[in-house]
């Protein structure tokens, strides 16, 4: 007797748990929402920003995220014999690798510059096309950007010409050089930058090597804030069904009986 006085008092327990639950699930997913708008915000604000002065590039971790997406303009030189062909990279649809070149700056440090990508081989997995780096001095055009995303590799990490991850830890210690805690993906060079490209190859005046066969239609950065306005959607319909249930099956029908 005394469970079956107490099941309406269950039943109101439950549902407000429930309702609660998922009340607080949608008002989280806004809240996600919200913070990847204000992410797109800084993303947005620091592309529009000046281009960084080569002088004032991040030394440390703390202040490299502080630098991403922002526009800056490097001189420097190739160190081609350090070249890697991060592998299972797609540009519009296509399987290739994405070209990464250590660009050794004035002081001594050295930036790991994205350069851009190139088709695989449709037979052979292990050809490499053939890639023009300038044995001079270069201005390198680009937007800082974190490493390389990491794919899933089974083993240990590569190390060779070709290989699935990059991490700039191990890569400076295998190359030797001093790496800066940041990438620069390398865009187009033009008049905005002030490269002019070098007319001779024996010239000393820096050049801005962008006609090297590379693509570099990066993918835009952007936030997906939609899925979570769905998922929001989606725990405030069900908070909203288990409400009125509980009102129709314990409330009003009930009553109209």
């Keep these: 007797m005394r469970l079956l006085n107490r099941g309406p008092w269950l039943?109101?327990?439950a549902a407000l748990l429930a309702a609660a639950l998922t009340a607080r699930l949608g008002v989280w997913q806004l809240d996600r929402a919200g913070q990847k708008l204000a992410l797109q915000a800084r993303i947005d604000g620091r592309a529009a920003m000046p281009p960084l002065p080569a002088a004032e590039l991040a030394r440390s971790a703390a202040t490299a995220g502080e630098q991403h997406y922002r526009h800056t303009l490097l001189r420097g030189q190739w160190l081609a014999?350090?070249?890697?062909?991060?592998?299972?990279r797609q540009m519009n649809g296509r399987p290739g690798f994405y070209v990464l070149t250590p660009l050794l700056l004035a002081d001594g440090d050295a930036v790991l510059v994205q350069r851009g990508w190139v088709p695989r081989h449709p037979?052979?997995?292990?050809?490499?096309?053939?890639?023009?780096?300038p044995a001079g001095p270069v201005l390198v055009a680009g937007r800082i950007a974190p490493p390389p995303a990491k794919l899933f590799e089974l083993g240990a990490a590569d190390s060779g010409r070709i290989r699935q991850n990059v991490d700039l830890d191990a890569f400076a210690r295998e190359a030797g050089i001093a790496l800066r805690p940041l990438s620069l993906q390398q865009t187009e060079a033009g008049p905005a930058w002030g490269a002019p490209a070098s007319s001779s190859s024996h010239s000393s005046t820096p050049s801005s090597a962008a006609n090297d066969g590379l693509l570099r239609q990066w993918p835009v950065v952007a936030v997906d804030v939609g899925k979570h306005h769905g998922y929001a959607f989606q725990w405030f319909a069900l908070c909203a069904l288990i409400t009125g249930l509980y009102v129709w099956f314990q409330i009003l029908r009930p009553r109209r009986r």
């Design 81 to 88: 014999r350090h070249t890697v062909f991060l592998d299972n």
């Design 11 to 13: 039943v109101l327990l």
């Design 123 to 133: 037979h052979d997995r292990s050809a490499l096309p053939p890639l023009a780096t």
